[in-house]
């Protein structure tokens, strides 16, 4: 009932966005309105109205952010928070996967692409070794749906997570905020402005991130700390300068470094969770208990520097644009993937088939990006920018597999170096063709390369290499228009191309898959508009695309393999709504819901599947001695066809500057696979999450105080699985709660 229920509401407050104009012009609430403020985004490479952008884009604020990662939350949980975002990883809090529209990768690779790319202050966090930097002292978080191949580049076919932080200003300035909960849970995060002269301000930001040990390993409590816990914590220290000089009017520059220590708990993956015949999580999960043998407690370490430069030089009637970016970075980590023991007794709930442990002794990366913009200046009839980017990246990685009885000498240690570059040239323009239309038009020119190279190191096949070179030149385009109804509504069309590059997968060496480049047709419209007033926003978008030779990673399976393939065809069609209003009285409400459509067409496409423990619905093909099942039809891995998002918030002014605030949160996705290929056990129904936070501010002093609850329901929702010897899975974070304080200068 109280699934149904929360549904209901989230429902609910969608008819409120859409149908909700008599309540709010009601005479008492109407008196009380104040109006939602105008949203500025950089979506285009330059700031501007978020009405003006003519394609979907949402912005999360930073109370937003700090709402939902008050339990010590990692970027994980922005999934569902915007209409067609999914987040997931079978890889901790340090490789998250991005899906936009149902496109994504589940490859857990470090070596692996993704067709969502995160931007960090206008440089590129190509690498899923990269996209896990955590969130702090964020300005805004912009959702970018479609492609984006113009202005960001490569392997952007399903859109942008663009990051931008705060920079320095003129004015003394700063917060720090302790946040403490129950596991122990301890987040600490400060930032400071200071304005050492005219010309020169410096920002410095830190966070500390931190839980305890929670899960009991029972299968070996020698692991295990006093308490008898010994997984599921972790400490996250990371942090940011900012140096920004201005040495003259028309010459400005900004530096900025960045470092990132993390210590932590991988995905606890959770032995024979699930019953065949059945998606719900059985008798055998408990929360705070896991059994392995191997795995060192799945720990998992890794640290990330930074430097990057931005130069920029205004000529008057075009501004010159340069950013330097590298990146470097180091990590291990180890899990016990079968997540039982294969030794137990026959009885015993956590008993597998047989052992599987896998880890990375060590992983190094180096990206550099290189990229040069002149941009016209000025509010005429025709803008333009064109540019030349440049991005290459080198990652060693060295893997072992273990005996899975806790031994710690791996019995087979791979060593692979992945070596990419890309180089570009692009453009676009917009054009007022009459004080009601703008049109817009862009084109980019990418030339890719990647080179691998892996070698057995010991264990079986020892000796074995491989070594394979893919590269691919393509051109990425956008065109669209904008219409001015009145100064309440936009109208906006967009047709859009955009590829992702060909990519390489080693894990299963000496044997390697290759996947060719998948392109991607995008077609979209919508509106945009403020109602009642200035006191509601409101947006919604249709969309349909058409990938070729589509990439698909096939994982997992009763052969444990990892393989690239291409599908023919893959098609996705849907309808985005989102918006937000000022209700009065103090309350005002956020929204958003999606309907996701996507589809496998390939009549041909086959793909590994799970032991005799579960339940493939889709046709089984035998090839040799192997079954395989037919995808064709099927929906994309990890598109949930629905979801939907709700926000509301409530102040009540105290007198003296001082207020009550309430805000309560819900995220839900629904109706999703987990492979490729469809069962009973692996297909998601409805997942969903919410928040409560409340406390006191005292606006003249800067000073709050507040209480939080996440996942106030302590729902158990499972957001991935392991397939090839049992009905294994892993699930969301538990209900956290604590206080908050906080002190703004």
């Known amino acids: 009932m109280l699934r149904q229920a929360l549904l209901a509401a989230t429902v609910s407050g969608l008819a409120l966005l859409t149908a909700g104009a008599a309540f709010a012009q009601t005479a008492d609430v109407a008196a009380e309105a104040t109006g939602v403020d105008d949203i500025i985004v950089t979506a285009q490479r330059r700031s501007e109205n978020i009405r003006d952008v003519p394609f979907a884009v949402t912005a999360l604020t930073p109370q937003t952010l700090q709402d939902i990662s008050a339990g010590g939350a990692d970027i994980l949980s922005l999934s569902g928070r915007v209409p067609s975002l999914q987040v997931e990883s079978s890889n901790g809090r340090y490789a998250p996967r991005?899906?936009?529209?149902?496109?994504?990768?589940?490859?857990?690779?470090?070596?692996?692409?993704?067709?969502?790319?995160?931007?960090?202050?206008?440089?590129?966090?190509?690498?899923?070794?990269?996209?896990?930097?955590?969130?702090?002292?964020?300005?805004?978080?912009?959702?970018?749906?479609?492609?984006?191949?113009?202005?960001?580049?490569?392997?952007?076919?399903?859109?942008?997570?663009?990051?931008?932080?705060v920079k320095p200003s003129d004015e003394f300035t700063g917060f720090g905020s302790l946040t403490y909960g129950n596991l122990g849970s301890t987040r600490t995060e400060a930032a400071v402005t200071l304005p050492a002269s005219e010309t020169l301000q410096v920002r410095g930001a830190f966070l500390w991130n931190h839980r305890d040990d929670w899960v009991n390993n029972a299968y070996n409590p020698s692991f295990a700390d006093a308490n008898g816990d010994d997984l599921g914590g972790f400490d996250d220290v990371a942090a940011r300068v900012h140096v920004a000089w201005q040495p003259t009017d028309r010459l400005s520059t900004l530096l900025t470094l960045q470092a990132r220590d993390y210590d932590g708990t991988g995905t606890m993956n959770r032995a024979n969770a699930l019953t065949k015949g059945s998606n719900e999580l059985n008798g055998n999960f408990d929360r705070d208990t896991v059994y392995y043998d191997g795995g060192r407690n799945n720990f998992q370490k890794q640290k990330t520097t930074s430097e990057s430069l931005q130069v920029a030089y205004d000529f008057g009637p075009a501004t010159l644009t340069g950013i330097v970016g590298a990146y470097q970075g180091s990590s291990q980590g180890d899990g016990d993937i079968d997540g039982g023991v294969a030794s137990a007794a026959a009885t015993a709930s956590y008993k597998t088939p047989f052992n599987s442990e896998t880890g990375t002794l060590s992983s190094d990366l180096r990206q550099n990006t290189y990229e040069l913009r002149l941009s016209s200046n000025g509010d005429g009839r025709l803008g333009w920018q064109v540019g030349a980017f440049y991005w290459d990246e080198r990652i060693n990685l060295v893997s072992g597999t273990f005996n899975g009885v806790g031994g710690l000498q791996p019995t087979k240690v791979t060593d692979i170096t992945q070596k990419s570059d890309s180089w570009s040239v692009f453009g676009q323009a917009h054009y007022q063709l009459t004080e009601a239309l703008k049109v817009t038009g862009g084109l980019r020119y990418t030339d890719d390369s990647r080179d691998y190279q892996g070698r057995i190191v010991t264990g079986a096949?020892?000796?074995?290499?491989?070594?394979?070179?893919?590269?691919?030149?393509?051109?990425?385009?956008?065109?669209?228009?904008?219409?001015?109804?009145?100064?309440?509504?936009?109208?906006?069309?967009?047709?859009?191309?955009?590829?992702?590059?060909?990519?390489?997968?080693?894990?299963?060496?000496?044997?390697?898959?290759?996947?060719?480049?998948e392109t991607v047709m995008s077609?979209?419209?919508?509106?945009?508009?403020?109602?009642w007033e200035g006191r509601a926003r409101f947006n919604a978008t249709a969309y349909y695309y058409e990938v070729s030779d589509m990439q698909f990673t096939a994982i997992g399976g009763a052969d444990n393999s990892n393989r690239l393939i291409n599908a023919d065809k893959g098609e996705g069609y849907g309808l985005e709504l989102d918006g937000d209003i000022d209700l009065g009285a103090g309350f005002s409400l956020s929204a958003g819901a999606a309907w996701n459509h996507t589809e496998i067409k390939d009549s041909?496409?086959?793909?590994?599947?799970?032991?005799?423990?579960c339940t493939v619905t889709d046709p089984i093909v035998t090839v040799g001695t192997t079954r395989r099942a037919n995808v064709d039809g099927n929906p994309f891995p990890q598109a949930p066809e629905y979801t939907a998002n709700l926000t509301l918030n409530y102040v009540l002014p105290l007198g003296d500057d001082t207020e009550f605030f309430a805000s309560t949160d819900w995220a839900m996705q629904k109706d999703f696979n987990l492979f490729l290929?469809?069962?009973?056990?692996?297909?998601?129904?409805?997942?969903?999450?919410?928040?409560?936070?409340?406390?006191?501010?005292?606006?003249?002093?800067?000073?709050?105080?507040?209480?939080?609850?996440?996942?106030?329901?302590?729902?158990?929702?499972?957001?991935?699985?392991?397939?090839?010897?049992?009905?294994?899975a892993f699930v969301n974070e538990p209900r956290t709660y604590g206080v908050q304080l906080t002190k703004r200068f």
């Open 98 to 165: 991005f899906y936009i529209r149902g496109l994504g990768n589940v490859d857990f690779d470090f070596t692996a692409s993704q067709p969502v790319s995160v931007v960090l202050d206008d440089v590129v966090l190509e690498s899923v070794y990269l996209k896990g930097f955590p969130l702090f002292d964020v300005q805004q978080l912009e959702v970018l749906r479609g492609p984006q191949g113009t202005l960001f580049g490569r392997n952007t076919p399903a859109g942008v997570i663009k990051i931008d932080t």
């Open 461 to 517: 096949g020892a000796g074995g290499t491989g070594a394979v070179s893919v590269g691919d030149e393509q051109v990425s385009w956008d065109v669209s228009a904008l219409y001015d109804v009145n100064d309440s509504l936009n109208l906006f069309a967009r047709v859009a191309k955009g590829y992702r590059g060909p990519s390489i997968q080693g894990r299963n060496l000496p044997v390697l898959t290759t996947a060719e480049s």
């Open 523 to 531: 077609y979209e419209t919508g509106l945009k508009a403020r109602l």
């Open 604 to 613: 041909n496409l086959l793909v590994a599947i799970c032991g005799s423990n």
């Open 677 to 728: 290929y469809e069962s009973v056990e692996f297909k998601v129904d409805t997942n969903f999450e919410g928040g409560l936070r409340a406390g006191w501010r005292d606006l003249n002093k800067g000073l709050e105080a507040a209480a939080y609850v996440r996942n106030i329901t302590d729902e158990e929702n499972v957001i991935g699985a392991i397939d090839f010897n049992n009905l294994t």
